[in-house]
């Protein structure tokens, strides 16, 4: 029986243990955080069930268009609801609590031993857990990743907070400062706008969301300007600092921006520090991530990696697919390696914004010959019931096969609808077979069929 010792509890660390209890492996999984990690404990479970509040007001806000009227007599809806962030965050931390607890027992169904503390390795072979050794046939790093901070602007968990902070506030912030405008820093701006904050959104970019799809970045940031969110752009954050009751984020350029709260979304740092990992002969980049290939081995024969440690897509879709890939490659199962084309990710805005396979900027920038189309949801009709105007459906297809290569979906609940652009990517379906599938009428699911048909006319 192989012995498997498994360092961090995140998604990658449970995932890949139950998949190695599975396959016969005698597992032990180290961990110092709780089970789940960051991404059930502070991360992406508490941040979506705090979105799902922001979605419900953002649905209150656009309601009275669809003839919700409230029996005090206000013709808007949004100036009769408020909330609650105290309640809202016992919510939060209830059901990261609850997920957690879950995992836990799942891992105790599959006979999987939990040691508490920290992990670090003596050799390939051998984790060390305070004065306790486990020897192993097979060792993972799961070990996560934790907020970057801005040097001299420490939070403090009041006025200054890292998103794994903003779940002990008892008062919705009356102006809250988001330094950052990736996926993090986008997605907090966009649910306390919806709660009710005047939120301040610093990007040190042209645009927000400098990653994701040109075209949807720019219907999101004409959502935030029509609905009173100030965006700085070209604007980079030098300090952010304490001020009597509030907070001064001071910008390169020497103006200063005020507010009760800030928020840091700067980007993540590898937890891989005094691990003793490149003395066990595990390469790490210059950023401190662990090096792994698609099979999620290191640079040490028999330590596997998986999750944000590793820096390859920081998602928990990602991390618990490189735990399992992981385990099926050490034990000696039948194995995918990770193919990145075919991962789909979702930015959690209002719209929501979803996404799979090639890139517009891949296709501007000539490393591909696809064929793209885009249909806007304003063509919808059962997004014109729901009084839905902004978004869109792109799909790409290679021009001489039509296979769909990508695809990117803006709108209300984009991350269930990316699902059957992710399957024709990954079973490499063509925009014909694509079109030939019903879909129910109404529904927004078939502008993705008609993105679909589209493209046979084109090609």
């Given at each position: 029986?192989?012995?498997?010792?498994?360092?961090?509890?995140?998604?990658?660390?449970?995932?890949?243990?139950?998949?190695?209890?599975?396959?016969?492996?005698?597992?032990?999984?180290?961990?110092?955080?709780?089970?789940?990690?960051?991404?059930v404990l502070t991360d992406c479970?508490?941040?979506?069930?705090?979105?799902?509040?922001?979605?419900?007001?953002?649905?209150?806000?656009?309601?009275?268009?669809?003839?919700?009227?409230?029996?005090?007599?206000?013709?808007?809806?949004?100036?009769?609801?408020?909330?609650?962030?105290?309640?809202?965050?016992?919510?939060?931390?209830?059901?990261?609590?609850?997920?957690?607890?879950?995992?836990?027992?799942?891992?105790?169904?599959?006979?999987?031993?939990?040691?508490?503390?920290?992990?670090?390795?003596?050799?390939?072979?051998?984790?060390?857990?305070?004065?306790?050794?486990?020897?192993?046939?097979?060792?993972?790093?799961?070990?996560?990743?934790?907020?970057?901070?801005?040097?001299?602007?420490?939070?403090?968990?009041?006025?200054?907070?890292?998103?794994?902070?903003?779940?002990?506030?008892?008062?919705?912030?009356?102006?809250?400062?988001?330094?950052?405008?990736?996926?993090?820093?986008?997605?907090?701006?966009?649910?306390?706008?919806?709660?009710?904050?005047?939120?301040?959104?610093?990007?040190?970019?042209?645009r927000v969301l400098p990653g994701?799809?040109?075209?949807?970045?720019?219907?999101?940031?004409?959502?935030?300007?029509?609905?009173?969110?100030?965006?700085?752009?070209?604007?980079?954050?030098?300090?952010?600092?304490?001020?009597?009751?509030?907070?001064?984020?001071?910008?390169?350029?020497?103006?200063?921006?005020?507010?009760?709260?800030?928020?840091?979304?700067?980007?993540?740092?590898?937890?891989?520090?005094?691990?003793?990992?490149?003395?066990?002969?595990?390469?790490?980049?210059?950023?401190?991530?662990?090096?792994?290939?698609?099979?999620?081995?290191?640079?040490?024969?028999?330590?596997?990696?998986?999750?944000?440690?590793?820096?390859?897509?920081?998602?928990?879709?990602?991390?618990?697919?490189?735990?399992?890939?992981?385990?099926?490659?050490?034990?000696?199962?039948?194995?995918?390696?990770?193919?990145?084309?075919?991962?789909?990710?979702?930015?959690?805005?209002?719209?929501?914004?979803?996404?799979?396979?090639?890139?517009?900027?891949?296709?501007?920038?000539?490393?591909?010959?696809?064929?793209?189309?885009?249909?806007?949801?304003?063509?919808?009709?059962?997004?014109?019931?729901?009084?839905?105007?902004?978004?869109?459906?792109?799909?790409?297809?290679?021009?001489?096969?039509?296979?769909?290569?990508?695809?990117?979906?803006?709108?209300?609940?984009?991350?269930?609808?990316?699902?059957?652009?992710?399957?024709?990517v990954g079973a490499r379906l063509?925009?014909?077979?694509?079109?030939?599938?019903?879909?129910?009428?109404?529904?927004?699911?078939?502008?993705?069929?008609?993105?679909?048909?589209?493209?046979?006319?084109?090609?």
């Open positions: 029986m192989a012995r498997v010792v498994i360092i961090g509890g995140g998604p990658g660390g449970y995932e890949a243990a139950s998949a190695a209890a599975q396959l016969g492996g005698e597992v032990t999984v180290v961990d110092s955080d709780g089970i789940g990690g960051s991404a479970v508490p941040s979506k069930t705090l979105i799902a509040t922001a979605e419900v007001m953002t649905e209150v806000e656009e309601a009275g268009e669809l003839g919700v009227r409230l029996d005090d007599g206000d013709d808007d809806p949004a100036n009769s609801v408020r909330v609650d962030l105290s309640v809202v965050n016992q919510r939060v931390k209830a059901l990261a609590t609850a997920q957690s607890e879950g995992i836990e027992r799942r891992l105790d169904r599959d006979k999987v031993r939990i040691v508490k503390g920290r992990g670090r390795l003596d050799g390939p072979e051998t984790v060390v857990v305070g004065d306790e050794r486990l020897d192993a046939d097979v060792i993972l790093i799961a070990t996560g990743a934790r907020p970057r901070i801005l040097q001299g602007s420490e939070p403090d968990g009041e006025r200054i907070l890292t998103w794994e902070q903003v779940y002990e506030l008892d008062e919705l912030p009356e102006r809250l400062i988001v330094v950052g405008s990736g996926v993090t820093g986008a997605e907090f701006a966009s649910a306390y706008d919806a709660l009710g904050s005047d939120v301040v959104l610093v990007s040190s970019r042209d994701e799809d040109a075209d949807a970045a720019a219907v999101l940031e004409d959502v935030f300007k029509r609905r009173g969110l100030t965006v700085l752009g070209k604007s980079r954050a030098e300090s952010v600092k304490r001020q009597g009751d509030g907070v001064v984020v001071t910008l390169t350029d020497g103006r200063k921006v005020e507010g009760s709260h800030a928020l840091l979304a700067v980007g993540s740092l590898p937890n891989t520090d005094d691990m003793n990992l490149v003395e066990s002969g595990v390469s790490l980049t210059d950023g401190g991530f662990v090096q792994v290939d698609r099979v999620s081995r290191t640079t040490a024969r028999g330590v596997y990696a998986a999750g944000d440690c590793t820096g390859v897509l920081m998602l928990a879709s990602v991390a618990a697919m490189q735990g399992r890939i992981a385990m099926a490659h050490a034990l000696g199962d039948a194995v995918t390696p990770l193919d990145q084309s075919t991962v789909s990710a979702n930015v959690f805005t209002a719209p929501e914004i979803a996404t799979v396979g090639l890139t517009q900027a891949v296709l501007d920038a000539g490393g591909s010959t696809a064929m793209v189309v885009k249909v806007p949801l304003a063509d919808n009709a059962r997004a014109k019931m729901q009084g839905v105007r902004d978004g869109f459906v792109k799909l790409f297809c290679l021009p001489n096969t039509g296979i769909v290569v990508g695809g990117v979906v803006v709108a209300p609940r984009a991350s269930e609808l990316i699902h059957p652009i992710s399957l024709a063509t925009v014909d077979q694509v079109a030939q599938a019903f879909t129910v009428y109404p529904s927004v699911s078939g502008s993705v069929a008609e993105a679909a048909r589209r493209l046979h006319l084109r090609s």
